[in-house]
């Protein structure tokens, strides 16, 4: 029974904080860099490393910003 209940809250946990339909971040830095071009003109100046991560720096942030949100969130549940 409770095995059962587990089963039905985590369905209704991710039916309700899954992944978005509409935008995945991930597909989307993936069109922003091939629309805009930044990996070509990145990979044509030969750039190391280090632009790659400034180029993704605001997404981890906005990753960590809410993963902390989440967990706080999460402890007054």
């Known amino acids: 029974m409770e095995t059962a209940l587990f ?4 369905v209704v946990l991710d039916r309700c904080f899954g992944e978005p339909r509409s935008f995945h971040s991930l597909v989307g830095f993936g069109k922003l860099a091939r629309n805009d ?3 070509t003109r990145l990979n044509r100046i030969g750039v190391s490393g ?3 991560g400034l180029a993704t720096a605001p997404y981890m942030v906005l990753i960590l910003l809410a993963h902390a949100h989440a967990r706080r969130c999460l402890a007054y549940a």
């Open 7 to 10: 089963l039905l809250l985590a």
């Open 37 to 39: 071009g930044i990996i």
């Open 50 to 52: 280090r632009a790659y």
